[in-house]
């Protein structure tokens, strides 16, 4: 196989992600054949289509004789038939999957390639029985399908690697980002994004500190949306079933382990926005944080420790500051009260006055802190607005970030992805801020570790390990 440039595509399955996937490929030159086994449901999705790219011509984004060129090429079938490529968008479900195989590997020719859109179902097994196991491939696209440039190329253990890289020259002419990954439970995306619901439950569970404030500290972060409204937005049902789905399928593995928090919000029936309550009611959303009315903080002899970007920060505020450039620590002292960094101690195993503060990734904004509240006063000299949350290791960010760069590093050492497919697969599937291992190249290896290793001290189990790969 060398190209699928000009291939006969036919989509199977016209809902949200199949029409969004017949769009695509019509936009980029190809026949499309759009099947559904509903009655109508084809020429249901079509009509869709033509409402949607009216509107894209309306708003200048599209031309009409693009629209119309895109549209034409789009023909509703009644019965499966012939590709070059068929793409399977239709129910996750394994037996069902497997049937629409077997029927497909009836009509095809032997050198058509049939490609999933599978989110959590494994290639692997969605192979097995077929005559022709090295042709099946994962193409995992992300919703909405037009506009989310990923697409993870999913390699089943009988893939061919010649049919992988067909599809994955593919996705690039269609306009996408594609990244190789095996066929490991999660693929990239799903795997990698566990511990950003994960360290807020677990948070949550603790009572450190409220929805509103774990979902501020993130966005001030650089993240769209909090976890919780995210959760909330998601559905706490569906969400919960994907985290079970992730725990079974990597043997129950303690790291995966689902939540006692949003267990009863399944429960209750609390599934977020479309039963009017999560953490959140619902039209209202989240409730606004209180504002911070802090005076500027008084006269003190101020010194800088430490080394890094965050250290020249206080410096450039703090003018009046003197330097300890080798201290084991980033921060401040006050009258010789410690401001400190989170390095996952707890802001009482520094003494009285002491106050530890989460990982800054923007310049301004919300950031956590624990312990004295008149010594954490100083970080609004460096533009952050302060809030108090429960004297906890990792804070909320700083705990967050690192649980993701450990994860990612997992999924690199178990061959999973490479770390430029990680970074690309989080900022372009999730839309994350930076990908895990720019993050990694920001904060430095050890002090991670070091953060992940305290986090493990405190609570002794599994879920804060170490990768091998990471250490």
């Not at 599978?118 to 399908?145: C, D, W, Y």
């Not at 690039?172 to 619901?197: C, D, E, L, M, Q």
């Not at 919780?228 to 919960?240: A, K, P, Q, R, V």
């Not at 967050?400 to 690309?424: P, S, Y």
Request: hydrophobic residues 50%; charged residues 20%.
């Amino acid at each position: 196989m060398t190209s699928l440039n000009d291939s006969r595509i036919l989509v199977v399955g016209a809902g949200l992600m199949g029409a969004g996937i017949a769009q695509v490929a019509a936009q980029a030159g190809h026949q499309v054949a759009l099947f559904d086994a509903r009655a109508g449901a084809a020429e249901a999705a079509k009509s869709k289509l033509s409402s949607m790219l009216d509107g894209l011509v309306t708003k200048g984004k599209l031309t009409a004789d693009a629209a119309q060129t895109a549209l034409v090429r789009i023909t509703p079938v009644e019965a499966l038939g012939s590709a070059d490529l068929v793409i399977e968008a239709i129910v996750e479900n394994l037996d069902i999957k497997r049937a629409l195989f077997a029927e497909l590997e009836a009509l095809l020719p032997p050198d058509a390639v049939i490609a999933t859109n599978t989110s959590s179902i494994s290639v692997t097994a969605l192979a097995r029985g077929m005559k022709q196991p090295e042709r099946l491939v994962g193409m995992h696209f992300f919703n909405p399908v037009p506009l989310m440039k990923l697409v993870e190329v999913v390699s089943g253990l009988g893939t061919s690697p010649e049919v992988a890289q067909a599809v994955f020259e593919l996705a690039g002419r269609w306009g996408k980002t594609a990244v190789h990954t095996r066929s490991t439970p999660g693929f990239i995306v799903n795997r990698i994004a566990r511990p950003y619901y994960a360290e807020t439950l677990m948070l949550l569970q603790d009572r450190a500190a409220a929805p509103e404030l774990i979902d501020a500290v993130l966005r001030a972060a650089g993240f769209r949306m909090g976890p919780c409204e995210l959760m909330d937005l998601i559905g706490h049902d569906t969400n919960f079933a994907v985290t079970h789905s992730v725990f079974a399928a990597n043997f129950y593995d303690r790291r995966f382990t689902p939540s006692l928090v949003q267990q009863e919000l399944v429960d209750a029936g609390f599934f977020g926005r479309k039963s009017g309550r999560g953490f959140y009611r619902y039209p209202e959303g989240a409730p606004a944080l209180p504002a911070v009315n802090i005076a500027p903080p008084r006269a003190a002899r101020l010194v800088v420790h430490g080394r890094g970007a965050l250290a020249e920060r206080f410096v450039a505020n703090l003018p009046e500051a003197v330097r300890e450039l080798d201290s084991d620590w980033v921060g401040v002292a006050i009258d010789g009260r410690e401001l400190r960094l989170t390095d996952g101690r707890r802001a009482r195993d520094f003494g009285p006055g002491a106050a530890v503060f989460d990982l800054p990734l923007a310049p301004t904004g919300d950031i956590a802190y624990a312990g004295d509240a008149h010594t954490a006063e100083w970080l609004t000299r460096l533009g952050l607005v302060p809030r108090a949350m429960a004297d906890l290791p990792g804070l909320v960010v700083a705990r967050t970030i690192a649980m993701l760069i450990n994860e990612a590093a997992d999924a690199v050492a178990q061959g999973v992805c490479d770390e430029a497919g990680a970074d690309a697969a989080m900022k372009l599937g999730v839309n994350y801020p930076a990908g895990p291992f720019e993050w990694l190249a920001f904060w430095g290896a050890s002090p991670v570790v070091a953060l992940l290793d305290r986090l493990d001290q405190h609570y002794r189990g599994e879920r804060y390990r170490v990768s091998p790969y990471l250490r």
